[in-house]
C-alpha cells in the first residue's frame, strides 16, 4: 500500500491540474508555452508547444490558435496551430504579412471567416480569409489611416487593436496615434465597411477595447494617459460616458496602460506598465466607473493579463514571470506558484474539450 501511495504521489508530481476547464498558453521572445500546474510541489511550468520566437499577440477559435510573431528583421508572420487533444500544438500553416511591418494584436470574427490585425508602426488594420478548416488563404482587405494627436508618440496613426462586437454587427479598432477609435460594419462576404470615428480625450492614446457583458458598454484602455474612458453604443455609435484615472494622485513617474479584461460581475482589470500594478473598476450599467482595488503587479512591466476558472493570470515582461491570483479579502492575491518565462508578451486560455 505504501508503495502505491509513492507511486501515486510522484505521478501527480508531473501531473497537469486537471480539474481546470481552461488551458493557458503564454507567447513571448521564446514561442509559445503550454503552463502546466504541478500538483507537489505547488508550481506552475510552462512546457514549449512552439519554439517559433517573436510572438507578440495570439487568438483562437476552436482548435486553431494563432500566433502573430517577428519572424526576422523586416519580416512578420502569422501561425496557424492546430490545438491536439494533450494540449500540444501543431502547425498547420504560416502567412507572411506583406510590407515590413507586422501585428501588434490579433482577432477573429464569430464566424470562422477573417482575421483582423492591428499594425502600430503600419498605421492599418488587416482583414485575412480563412479557409474552413483554420488556415490564411490571402490578405482580403488592408485600411490604411493617417492622423495624429498633442503627445510626442502621437505624429502619426497607430493601429493597436480591431476586434468585433459581442453582437458580432461591428468590429471596433483602437488608433493609439490619433487618439480615435474607428467603427466598421461587419459583411460576412465584404469583410469591413468603414463608418463612422470617434474620439477619446486628447494626449489618451487608446490602446486596447473590452467591452461589457450585455454588449451595451465599450472600454478604452488608454496607454499614453493611464486611463479607461467609457462609452454608450446607441445605434452603431459611441457616446462618451467618463474617464477615469488609474493612477493614485500623489504618484508621480513613468507609466503606461497595458492590457484591459472584463470580469464577471460589471468590472474591468487593467495593467499598469511602470506603476506595475493591477486596477479593478467597477461600472454600472450606464457606464459610470469606480475604484474597486489597485494592487501590485509583484513584478516588472505587467503586460497582459486573463481570467478563467475564477482566476487571473498576468505575465509581467520585464521580470520574466507568469503568476496566478485568486480573490480573497475583498482583493487579489498571488500564488506562491509562479513561473519563469522568458519575456512573455500575451496569454491565451482555450477551453478544453
Known sequence: MKFFFFLLTAAAALFLAGCASERIYVGG?????????????????????SSAPGVSYMAYRGRSLYAARRVARGVFAVDVHRILKDGSLRKLDSFEIPGNTGYCHISLSADGKFLFGSAYSGSFVDVLSLAPGGGIIKLHQRHIFSGSSIHK???????????QTPDNSMVLAADLGSD??????????????RGKSFAVPSGAGPR????????????SVNELNNSVT???VVNGELRMVESFSLLPRAWSGT??????????????????????????????DEGKLALEHTFSAEGDFPYDVSFADGRLFLVNMRSDSFSEWRPENKGWVRQKNSAVIRRPMCIVTVAKD
Open 29 to 49: 521572445s521564446d514561442g509559445i508555452a503550454l503552463m502546466k500546474q504541478m500538483w507537489e510541489p505547488q508550481a506552475w511550468v510552462g512546457e514549449k508547444v
Open 180 to 193: 480615435r477609435i474607428h467603427t466598421f460594419a461587419y459583411d460576412s462576404k465584404k469583410g469591413l465597411i
Open 255 to 284: 507609466s503606461s496602460a497595458g492590457a484591459i479584461k472584463t470580469l464577471p460581475g460589471n468590472r474591468l482589470c487593467v495593467t499598469n506598465r511602470g506603476h506595475n500594478s493591477l486596477v479593478i473598476l467597477r461600472y454600472s
Open 208 to 219: 486596447h477595447l473590452s467591452f461589457s457583458e450585455n454588449g451595451k458598454l465599450v472600454f
Open 230 to 232: 467609457s462609452f454608450k
Open 153 to 163: 508618440r502621437q505624429k502619426k496613426s497607430h493601429l493597436h487593436f480591431a476586434a
